[in-house]
């Protein structure tokens, strides 16, 4: 059974720092790409960051309100994700999920963490 384990959510003044990870367990396909969505208040899920096999910058996407901010990152030998946000926002509240892609020949398979609450206040 696939699972994905987050941790690093919390409470943090704006202009502070968090260290989000997630770390999948359980897969029979190869992962072809891990990332992080966040959904705000009353707001659908978003992509924050998402990083592909490879994981050279062109394999990187970024949405644009955390451009400069925020660098994904992974470690394959570990099936983890990580994502580092800096100088983080009031409006960088919300609920972040990790969220993995698992591919065989014939199809892929998306996986959600359980989300965990990233708060900031002013």
């Known amino acids: 059974q696939v699972q994905l384990v987050e941790s690093g959510g919390g409470t943090v003044q704006a202009g502070g720092s968090l260290r989000l990870s997630c770390v999948a367990s359980g897969s029979d396909f190869p992962i072809n790409s891990m990332g992080w969505y966040r959904q705000g208040p009353g707001s659908q899920r978003d992509l924050v960051a998402h990083?592909?096999?490879?994981?050279?910058?062109?394999?990187?996407k970024y949405a644009d309100f955390v451009k400069g901010r925020f660098t994904i990152s992974r470690d394959t030998a570990k099936n983890a994700v990580f994502l580092q946000m800096n100088d983080l926002k009031v409006e960088d509240t919300g609920a972040y999920y990790c969220?993995?892609?698992?591919?065989?020949?014939?199809?892929?398979?998306?996986?959600w963490g359980p989300g965990m609450a990233v708060t900031v206040y002013s």
């Open positions: 969220r993995m892609v698992v591919s065989n020949p014939i199809q892929d398979y998306v996986h």
């Open positions: 990083i592909f096999s490879g994981g050279g910058d062109h394999n990187i």
